[in-house]
């Protein structure tokens, strides 16, 4: 059965108290709707719509950016639910099968679940995804008997029965799409919010004589944020979960409560991930490497038996090869450190390529911009980079090559070669001990005039 996403973003998110529409604040790196288009994702859909309204622009560039075979389309006032559903109609000309309809703000939802609901519509026109709520609150309630779903109930709207009732509505619905739709024209808003509610379909539906069902989840699933407060608490969710799937995927974390993940980070199997280590976007670590405590990693490659940190930073396009070494306040950047080479201490290697088995000394600098272009450095196999090297780029030191230390190097070092680039040592004899006398003695004076 062929499906089709409609994911509802038109919403302002007032409780967020931002310039950013609502839907574009993170989690794990990814925007609140890039979670609820991965999830839905799941389904693989034959047509994704995105209703966008507050921030279009913004939030159609995030949509396109993750996806670009996504519609977007605009609510120009944001009327309810069932009116921004039907702004997906034109989107969906044509398509055939079952509509889900989700929340941008809804990011959670598992495959399971909408796999479950999917299953269901062999047996009913309208599936409402509910959950039995802890604090039912401001949710719509699903007013039921036995199986079968007679209506929901939006909170301003309740009589004081139907509010004691705990089995609430998440949002997420499943209909056929023409179904969908022609029971969305037959909405009303003639309701104590004055809005034009999805939840009426299902009353619309049972007159009908169409069926509608409930298939339930778990609470934690439909967590929606509208608050930065539960913004926060839906990023611990997704981070102890991350957590949790990282350690049953056989990767070794003493402290996993220090670790955080981004929404795409991949780590293999038997790497070790010390305390206090921070995945950016675009992460690969791959099995056996070791990353260790206070690294911030974003946009690299780690590869096998590597070992990064305490302390590095690896930006985007950091490649790490094979047992290659980062040590201790070390920057990479848009750089290449092929197997075995070694950077231990205190660098900032950027833009560049450095080969097999190379040592790079404690404190040298790539200097890759002049202050308009970046320029590229290339060292290398088995190269010896004095400490405190300055690497003038664009430079390239050849294989086998040596810098001496505290060198400024600006010409090409051809292979085998050794280059010394800094003033010769010049030795006063006697002058330091004479030095210190006349300095002694003008601090005597001083502390007499005094
Ligand atoms: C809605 C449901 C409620 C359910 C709750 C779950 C309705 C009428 N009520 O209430 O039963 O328990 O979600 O969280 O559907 N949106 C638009 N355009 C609009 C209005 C909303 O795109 O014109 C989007 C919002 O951006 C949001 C989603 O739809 O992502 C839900 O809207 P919201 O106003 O938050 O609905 P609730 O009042 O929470
Ligand atoms: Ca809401």
Known sequence: MATALIILAAGKGTRM????????HPIAGAPLLVHAMKS????SPEKTVVVAGHGAELVENAALAWDDTVSVVVQEEQLGTAHAVAQARDALNGFEGTAFVVYGDTPFISTETLDAMKARRATADVIVLGFE???PGRYGRLVTTGNALERIVEIKDATDAERAITLCNSGVVAADAQTLFDLVDDVTNDNAAGEYYLTDI???ARDRELSAEVVRCDEAETLGINSRAELAQAEAAFQSKARRTALEDG???AAPDTVYFAHDTFVG??????????????VTVENGATIRAFSHLEGCHVARDAVVGPYARLRPGAEVQEGAKVGNFV???NAVLAEGAKVNHLSYIGDASIGERTNIGAGTITCNYDGVFKHKTIVGADAFIGSNTMLVAPVSVGAEAMTASGSVITRNVPDGDLAV??????NKPGLARRMFEKLKSNKEKQAKGA
């Open 17 to 24: 108290n931002s310039d950013l529409p609502k839907v574009l």
């Open 40 to 43: 839905g994702a799941s389904l």
């Open 133 to 135: 709520a802890s604090d």
């Open 202 to 204: 299902v009353a619309i």
């Open 251 to 253: 990767i070794a974390m």
């Open 269 to 282: 199997r038997d790497a070790l991930i010390e305390p206090n280590v921070v995945f950016g976007n675009g």
């Open 331 to 333: 920057e990479m950047k």
């Open 421 to 426: 680039a800094r003033a010769r040592q010049e």
